[in-house]
């Protein structure tokens, strides 16, 4: 085995083989295209762009979401980063909800099962 070449390791008895992944040996197919495009003569129009220079959606319009089935709020996070509003997230987890709480103080938690709120809702619009 080459220095260079990564080895699956096997996190279950010592008896069982694992084989080398394949992409690794392989390579990326998208890399050896990019090496390829890059010998080419004509190859002279790439242009760098800075995504810093441009105003993001969330930037040019306000967005709100709602993170239903929302975990410890991963998605929420990215989202709140990426400038957009939280309104409400719904979570079945005690300990979920509690992180939820912490890191989103602004917007509102129903924490329990999703379809305890969908029968508050329809029971509060008839």
């Known amino acids: 085995m080459r220095r260079d070449e990564s080895v699956q390791m096997n996190m ?3 008896e069982t083989k694992c084989r ?3 992409a690794n040996r392989r390579g990326s197919k ?3 295209l990019a090496e390829l495009l890059e010998k080419l003569p004509s190859n002279n129009n790439w242009e760098t762009v800075r995504t810093s220079d441009h105003l993001s959606i969330a930037e040019k319009f306000s967005f709100n979401f709602i993170d239903l089935f929302a975990g410890a709020g991963g998605l929420s996070m990215g ?3 990426a400038g957009l509003k939280k309104i409400v997230d719904v979570e079945l ?3 979920a ?3 939820l709480k912490r ?3 602004n917007s509102k938690h129903f924490c329990g ?3 305890d709120l969908i029968l508050l809702l329809i029971h509060k619009v008839q």
């Open 93 to 95: 987890l005690p300990f």
């Open 20 to 22: 080398k992944p394949t």
């Open 30 to 32: 998208y890399l050896k």
């Open 113 to 115: 099962d999703i379809s």
């Open 12 to 14: 279950f008895d010592k």
């Open 79 to 81: 989202f709140t980063q």
């Open 97 to 99: 909800c509690r992180t």
């Open 103 to 105: 890191n989103f103080p």
